[in-house]
């Protein structure tokens, strides 16, 4: 494979792949050296063949899982075996490429098992496309690696999965069906609150996340389309609008730290999981973790009728009070000052702003890692933007932002690239997608990581 080729192929597929990774050059290679190996300073090394004397260096902050240098062996020996066949047709390149991705996620965490789970995520793909009785169809299915079934009078996955009766089966939240390695079915399985492990999954799907362990494989079909793959007690893989992705969430979580060191890691997995919930519940959202230097810059986009923190609403009265001094129309500033005199409860309570009173008392003043998954979804998708300080303490619940002139993009993304100014705002689109921002050194909008699309 030519260099230049090579180059494309990871450009194109692997570093999309996982979250927050890039590329940082190349480094002279010999034939003693793999084709991937782990580099200096979490990266990996990468190249075609053992005869190329060059290997890439792919980097980012956390350190590549060995599952994830697994896949990006198998990708780069697929594409490999690929590109040795000479093909020129774009479109079948990219079907092969896909199914080469595929295979190679597969092949990483299971040994045993591999075709049955392709084979199974095939099936799947088909029922994806179809309808029965006019609705969208969602199913859920275990693959148990440790069992391989012998006897008579056995029924293979191949043979039930494509049929209508199977539409009506399972759920993929709550009811499942299982096969084995071999693909042979073993039963119904209704999904139970089991002990409480740690999963990293959407709440939605955390009791098939509890019960994948090493031994277990659990695949759902969401009624929009996508494929979920499960295993080591979270979701692992998803296939959305056609593309596969590799969820790499410590990365994000690690991201969300926005580069300065008194950010909790609890407070930042709250955020990430809300995200999380909200993308596989197909709302839209719009988070921002405001940097403890920055909230009071930040407030200024808030207005103070979306407030819910009696803290925060102190801190915006003082800002607006100093701005009405500086007016030189008297009138403005006599409306602002008057507006502002009184307590917070009065001023909630005179203008009828409902919304607030009423999250207010949802909130019961916790932190947003003290509070119900299930609410915080809820609570975000609402119209506007969910704002959290640095100390988990959440400023306000569907604020419509004061965004900058010139801000491109949607609503949605504009206010999430105008709070992004002041820590990390996450985009959640209504198809799943998750975006990063941040901004650099010059104060321009950065994206830091994209979920679930291309």
Request: neutral net charge; hydrophobic residues 40%.
């Amino acid at each position: 494979m030519e260099k230049a080729e090579f180059y494309k192929l990871v450009e194109e597929h692997i570093v999309p792949l996982f979250t927050g990774s890039y590329l940082a050059g190349e480094i002279e290679s010999s034939s003693r050296d793999s084709e991937v190996a782990f580099g200096k300073g979490n990266s990996i090394l990468l190249k075609p063949t053992k005869t190329d004397d060059y290997r890439v260096v792919l980097k980012r902050g956390l350190a590549f899982k060995t599952f994830e240098v697994e896949i990006i062996r198998s990708i780069i020996h697929e594409f490999s075996e690929i590109s040795s066949l000479g093909m020129t047709d774009k479109m079948y390149l990219t079907d092969l490429h896909n199914v080469a991705i595929e295979k190679a996620m597969i092949d990483s965490i299971a040994e045993n098992g591999t075709q049955t789970i392709l084979g199974v995520i095939s099936y799947l793909d088909v029922w994806a496309s179809r309808t029965y009785e006019g609705a969208n169809v969602d199913l859920g299915i275990l693959i148990n690696l440790g069992v391989n079934s012998d006897g008579q009078a056995q029924v293979n996955y191949n043979e039930i999965i494509s049929k209508d009766f199977f539409a009506l089966i399972t759920d993929g939240i709550n009811s499942f069906v299982e096969f084995d390695r071999n693909g042979v079915f073993l039963g119904y399985v209704t999904l139970k609150n089991t002990k409480n492990v740690q999963t990293i999954s959407p709440h939605v799907y955390e009791k098939v996340a509890r019960i994948c362990n090493d031994k277990r494989v659990g695949i759902v079909l969401t009624k929009k389309g996508d494929i979920l793959v499960f295993y080591a007690r979270q979701l692992i893989f998803a296939k959305r609008s056609g593309h596969w992705c590799v969820y790499s969430h410590e990365e994000i979580i690690r991201l969300l730290s926005n580069n300065v060191s008194y950010t909790a890691k609890q407070i930042r997995r709250s955020i990430y999981n809300t995200a999380l919930d909200c993308s596989f519940s197909y709302k839209g959202a719009c988070l921002a973790y405001i940097n403890k230097d920055k909230t009071l810059a930040a407030l200024s986009h808030i207005d103070a009728s979306d407030i819910i923190s009696e803290e925060h609403f102190e801190m915006k009265k003082n800002l607006e009070l100093e701005e009405a001094q500086k007016l030189y129309n008297l009138s403005n500033a006599k409306r602002i000052i008057d507006k502002f005199s009184l307590s917070y409860q009065d001023f909630l309570v005179s203008n009828k702003y409902t919304k607030t009173m009423a999250i207010r008392k949802m909130i019961a003043g916790k932190k947003l890692f003290e509070l119900d998954r299930k609410l915080l979804e809820e609570l975000t998708s609402i119209d506007g933007a969910t704002i959290v300080d640095y100390d988990g303490t959440i400023i306000a619940v569907g604020a419509i932002i004061k965004i900058e002139a010139g801000s491109a993009g949607g609503g949605r993304l504009a206010a999430t690239t105008t709070m992004a100014k002041y820590g990390v705002a996450i985009k959640v689109s209504q198809d799943g997608i998750m975006q990063g921002f941040t901004v650099d050194k010059k104060g321009n909008s950065r994206k830091i990581f994209n979920v679930g699309g291309r």
